[in-house]
């Protein structure tokens, strides 16, 4: 959580691995949605921390689930 509690104006979770898993509908970058991506520079900063807690979550799992 460290990481939502330091947000900053700008501040995307992006990795700069942009490749969508349409199965999952979550980019293996960033374990962003699509609509996550495009209306993330909309979101406010308490919505990006909600999505950044969500990407927390499902990066997890992602390690966990290979």
């Not at 807690?53 to 290979?66: D, E, F, G």
Request: net charge negative; aromatic share 6%.
């Amino acid at each position: 959580m460290a990481q939502a509690e330091q947000l900053q104006d700008g501040d995307s979770p992006c990795v700069h691995i942009c490749l969508m898993d349409y199965g999952q509908g979550l980019c293996i970058g960033c374990h962003r949605t699509l609509d996550e991506i495009t209306y993330w520079a909309t979101y406010s900063p308490v919505r990006k921390r909600e999505v950044l807690a969500a990407v927390a979550i499902r990066r997890a799992a992602a390690q966990t689930n290979p």
